[in-house]
């Protein structure tokens, strides 16, 4: 059985338990992080540290999360998890146990900090090679998506929107935008250039988008963010998605019909092979 971490304890998956009066299982009062290790090795934990900070601050959560780093090397070896080619952590933090109230609970109440970890199965290359579908969905989030909040009931619907109609990834729209995914980033490759939205309140800043456009920077490709409308994306030459789960996911039809030619393209491929490059090193 794997083993998790919860309240400064390792301890046995089955083992592990939180009061019915969490914040987290009652409000949805919480954040969380998921970040990718490489062969035992974390990748960009400042950036996901950071992110996780600009959350807490946000939702006024205090906890400190110096330990954060050491706890998840360790999560990694305890679970055997040093030698998988990708392992993701995942980590939660609550607002604490108490009666339940709209407002914040009494002061000093503990955040309860709870993480596991677990093997990424990467797809075949002759899969990936093959591409992916997505579907448009209405983007019916709150307004402050740059927060990793755990109230993820709208990208819970988007996503089995997508199951639903047998695709990978479900594309969020808001007036006109594509934005991104329900769990993802998104580019567009756009009359040649490599295109994403902003990092505003408007979608989570992904870390995996932040080191794509960096990547395709190193290749010497244009990277431009702005908001992208549906109308553009539907004459992309290419599109995909990114992010700590999806790393590079090329999507070849849009609610049902071709991406450019309907195939993987060079800009996709490219930057898949210099992220697991990236990620090697
Ligand atoms: C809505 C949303 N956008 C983007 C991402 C990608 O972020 P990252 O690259 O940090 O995994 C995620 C990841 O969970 C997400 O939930």
Same mark, same amino acid.
């Given at each position: 059985m794997s083993t998790v971490y919860l309240n400064g304890? +390792?301890? =046995?998956?089955?083992?592990? $338990?939180?009061s019915v009066e969490d914040r987290g299982f009652l409000l949805s009062d919480g954040i969380y992080e998921v $970040?990718? *290790? +490489?062969?035992?090795?974390?990748? %960009?934990? &400042?950036? @996901? !540290?950071? %992110?996780?900070q600009h959350g807490l601050d946000t939702l006024r959560i205090e906890f400190d999360p110096a330990a954060m780093?050491? !706890? @998840? $090397? #360790?999560? /990694?070896?305890?679970?055997?998890?040093?030698?998988? &080619?990708?392992?993701?952590v995942y980590l939660q933090?609550?607002?604490?146990?108490?009666?339940?109230?709209h407002h914040f609970p009494p002061a000093g109440t503990q955040p309860t900090v709870y993480a596991f *970890?677990? *093997?990424? @199965? %990467?797809?075949? !290359?002759? %899969?990936?090679?093959?591409? +992916?579908?997505a579907i448009t969905v209405p983007d019916e989030r709150w307004a402050r998506v740059d927060i990793k909040s755990i109230g993820l009931l709208p990208n819970v619907l988007a996503q089995q929107a997508a199951v639903e109609a047998g695709v990978a990834d479900a594309l969020l729209v808001r007036e006109d935008v594509a934005l991104e995914g329900s769990h993802n980033n998104?580019? *567009?490759?756009?009359?040649?250039?490599?295109?994403?939205? =902003?990092?505003?309140? #408007? /979608?989570? @800043?992904? /870390?995996?988008r932040e080191y794509v456009m960096e990547l395709a920077g190193a290749q010497g490709l244009p990277v431009e963010e702005? =908001? /992208?409308?549906?109308? &553009?994306?539907?004459?992309a030459e290419e599109i995909f998605f990114t992010g700590t789960t999806t790393e590079i996911r090329p999507t070849v039809r849009l609610d049902g019909e071709p991406v450019g030619e309907g195939k993987v393209g060079p800009v996709a491929k490219a930057l898949y092979e210099a992220f697991k490059e990236g990620t090697r090193a």
């Open positions: 304890r +390792y301890l =046995p998956k089955d083992g592990a $338990t939180i $970040t990718p *290790a +490489y062969r035992g090795r974390l990748f %960009r934990m &400042e950036h @996901h !540290m950071r %992110r996780l780093p050491e !706890m @998840h $090397t #360790r999560l /990694i070896a305890e679970n055997a998890l040093d030698t998988e &080619e990708v392992a993701i933090i609550t607002r604490g146990v108490a009666p339940r109230t *970890a677990q *093997a990424f @199965h %990467r797809p075949e !290359m002759a %899969r990936w090679e093959q591409g +992916y579908e998104l580019f *567009a490759v756009l009359d040649g250039v490599v295109t994403t939205h =902003p990092a505003t309140q #408007r /979608i989570l @800043h992904g /870390i995996a702005r =908001p /992208i409308l549906l109308e &553009e994306i539907r004459g």
